[in-house]
C-alpha cells in the first residue's frame, strides 16, 4: 500500500468529518463509522498489493517458459497485471 495506515486512518477521520459537517451522514458513533471507513479505505488500497502478489505466483509457475522463449520479466509482469486488474474491475 502506498500510504501509510496512519495516514489512511487520517483520510477516514477527514472524510467523516466532511460528510458529518455537511449533514450527509448523522452517526450517533462517530469512531465506529471512521473505523469502517478506514477499514473500507485500507481494503481498496491494498487491492494493488493483492495483485501484484498474484502476478508473482503465475510468474513463478511460467518461469522456465519465459527464460526458455527470452520474455522479458517487466513485460510480462505488466501485462500479467493488466489482466488481472480487468478481470477484479480495478483501477490502479
Given at each position: 500500500?502506498i500510504f501509510s495506515r496512519?495516514?489512511?486512518?487520517?483520510?477516514?477521520?477527514?472524510?467523516?468529518?466532511?460528510?458529518?459537517?455537511?449533514?450527509?451522514?448523522?452517526?450517533?458513533?462517530?469512531?465506529?463509522?471512521?473505523?469502517?471507513?478506514?477499514?473500507?479505505?485500507?481494503?481498496?488500497?491494498?487491492?494493488?498489493?493483492?495483485?501484484?502478489?498474484?502476478?508473482?505466483?503465475?510468474?513463478?509457475?511460467?518461469?522456465?517458459?519465459?527464460?526458455?522463449?527470452?520474455?522479458?520479466?517487466?513485460?510480462?509482469?505488466?501485462?500479467?497485471?493488466?489482466?488481472?486488474?480487468?478481470?477484479?474491475k480495478a483501477v490502479l
Open positions: 500500500m496512519e495516514y489512511v486512518g487520517y483520510l477516514a477521520r477527514q472524510t467523516v468529518k466532511h460528510l458529518v459537517d455537511a449533514k450527509m451522514i448523522h452517526t450517533e458513533n462517530l469512531k465506529k463509522v471512521e473505523d469502517r471507513v478506514t477499514q473500507g479505505l485500507i481494503e481498496e488500497l491494498s487491492l494493488e498489493d493483492r495483485i501484484n502478489e498474484e502476478v508473482r505466483v503465475i510468474l513463478d509457475a511460467y518461469q522456465d517458459d519465459m527464460r526458455r522463449s527470452g520474455a522479458s520479466y517487466m513485460e510480462m509482469f505488466k501485462k500479467v497485471k493488466i489482466e488481472l486488474a480487468r478481470k477484479y
